[in-house]
């Protein structure tokens, strides 16, 4: 594929604006539709869009790769976090009448999005890799 | 052309059998647990979002199993696209 100067323009100036989107839908989880797998798919379209910008650019795959890995444990732990609380796993940590109760979604929310957009952005990154070659 | 017309024939009756299985599911369905989510959601797990709610506090269990698959693949991919004195 050849190098255009237009589309290497409009993805630098669509960039922020999909990384934030991809953000907004991720915290907004539990209010509107969407949610962290949606919002890690938005992030991962994001990154997708800088191999349009610099055609040599290569993404550090061990760097993408150990993210994923440790957000699954933080996941994990957040997830098990209950059976301290209250005696049973996989559930909120925090009680039914607290206030608090959106935080665990959102914190929940958060890491499964940036551990989907890892995910996505290294297959991606494998992809075009192995068409290049 | 016998092919085509067997293939002809499986959609025909495929869509003959989805169509009928529908209506029964809607005459015979019940609501007890849509219900349910949608008085309680809220109160349990302080989401506004049905699904959210569904799948980060009911079923946390599941959704944890379904981010590991994507894990799973990510490494399966990379372990088959690169050759065997690349391997991370």
Do not use: W
């Not at chain 1, 539990?30 to 991962?44: D, E, K, N, T, W």
């Amino acid at each position: 594929m050849k190098p255009s100067h237009i589309l290497a323009s409009v993805c630098r100036v669509l960039f922020p604006f999909i990384l934030i989107f991809g953000f907004y839908i991720i915290i907004h989880g539990h209010l509107s539709p969407g949610g962290g797998f949606q919002g890690g798919a938005i992030l991962a379209t994001a990154f997708l869009t800088t191999y349009f910008m610099n055609f040599k650019k290569i993404t550090d795959l061990n760097f993408l790769i150990k993210i994923e890995k440790i957000f699954f444990l933080i996941i994990l732990l957040i997830a098990m976090f209950s059976l301290i609380t209250k005696g049973e796993v996989f559930t909120s940590f925090l009680s039914t009448n607290s206030e608090l109760k959106p935080i665990f979604l959102i914190t929940l929310n958060f890491f499964i999005g940036i551990k989907v957009a890892s995910g996505l952005i290294s297959i991606i990154a494998t992809f075009i890799e192995e068409g290049r070659n | 052309m016998i092919k085509k017309i067997l293939s002809i024939l499986m959609l025909i009756s495929l869509l003959i059998v989805f169509s009928l299985a529908s209506f029964e599911a809607l005459e015979n369905s019940n609501s007890f647990s849509k219900d349910f989510y949608i008085e309680n959601t809220y109160k349990h797990t302080g989401s506004k979002n049905l699904v959210t709610g569904i799948y980060l506090d009911y079923r946390l269990f599941d959704s944890i199993f379904e981010a590991s698959i994507l894990l799973v693949s990510v490494t399966g991919i990379i372990f088959m696209s690169k050759r065997d004195d690349e391997v991370l």
